[in-house]
């Protein structure tokens, strides 16, 4: 099945800075790559995803850039506010089978300092 | 509509009891997902159901099992629980999509399990 790696595992922002966690990933043939945030005791949400076929997508303050050559994808926030603060998870699906299963990175814990 | 929702959303086990953790969505999707988290291991799949009466293993299916008898629900079961087993399970559903749409997925609440 499709192996993702996430780093760094924590991450520490001063408010207004940028935050960048990168992932990669082993399935050449993945073509979906969706960032999901859980905040503290929360469910897991989608805030944003990529196809293949484009290599960047942004949304208000957040952008994912894709490689599909290297293998990896990136999430990257600007102008960080306390809000941001939760945990991020990247994931990829397993194109072996036709059920889409994804598989998740372990997780970037994202700590917006005041 | 109510999503996806899970119960119970707290449980205490002892070891070599059993449990059926419920799930159930109201969105007409086809896919069912049970995840666990654990701390720094991120999202595990246990088992999920491509449809009403079909079920297969994920990454982690051992000491679970799980039932799809309604297209709305989907059970995941601890026949004989172990300290292991202390997580926070998550379910999700989603619609079946296809190659441009329809790959988000759409999780429960969680259920926080601990098993002494």
């Known amino acids: 099945g499709e192996n993702v790696e996430q780093h760094p595992s924590t991450l520490s922002v001063q408010e207004g800075d940028s935050a960048v966690i990168k992932c990669t990933y082993s399935d050449s043939a993945s073509n979906y790559f969706p960032w999901y945030k859980q905040e503290l005791g929360k469910r897991p949400q989608l805030i944003i995803d990529i196809r293949s076929n484009v290599g960047e997508k942004k949304d208000q303050r957040i952008a994912v850039t894709l490689n599909k050559t290297a293998k990896h994808f990136s999430l990257h926030i600007t102008e960080t506010q306390p809000e941001d603060s939760a945990v991020y998870f990247c994931a990829a699906p397993s194109t072996r089978s036709n059920d889409y299963k994804l598989s998740f990175g372990a997780g970037t814990t994202v700590t917006v300092r005041a | 509509n109510a999503g996806v929702t899970q119960t119970p959303k707290f449980r205490v086990l002892k070891t070599g009891q059993s449990m059926t953790l419920l799930c159930a969505q109201d969105?007409?999707?086809?896919?069912m997902y049970w995840y666990r988290q654990d701390p720094g291991m991120g999202l595990r799949l246990i088992h999920y159901s491509v449809g009403e009466g079909t079920t297969a293993k994920g990454e982690v299916p051992d000491g679970y099992n799980v039932s799809r008898l309604k297209k709305q629900n989907f059970l995941l079961g601890l026949e004989s629980a172990a300290p292991s087993q202390t997580s926070v399970y998550f379910c999700?559903?989603?619609?079946?999509?296809?190659?441009?749409?329809?790959?988000?997925?759409?999780f429960g609440p969680g259920t926080r399990l601990t098993v002494t």
């Open positions: 969105m007409n999707h086809e896919y």
């Open positions: 999700a559903s989603r619609p079946r999509g296809t190659g441009t749409s329809g790959y988000e997925q759409y």
